[in-house]
């Protein structure tokens, strides 16, 4: 198992810095890769129920 980061195909093998792979040694190829877009609506929601929670949005004050 390897991790390799910002590898790009060049010929007939897998490269990135310090590593070459030929593509037919490769069994398993796995991906991982976030959306910035969904990261940041999970932030925004997250913090309206914080908002929320406390009444902030709500105009509440606690005396």
Known sequence: ELELENP???GDELV????SIPLADI???EVLA???GRT???VAAGLFV????QGK???V???
């Open 57 to 59: 949005l709500l105009g």
């Open 16 to 19: 990135a810095l310090g590593v």
């Open 40 to 42: 940041a609506g999970s």
């Open 61 to 63: 004050q606690e005396y």
């Open 34 to 36: 976030s959306s910035r």
């Open 8 to 10: 790009s195909v060049e």
């Open 50 to 53: 914080i908002f929320i929670a």
């Open 27 to 29: 069994l398993r190829l």
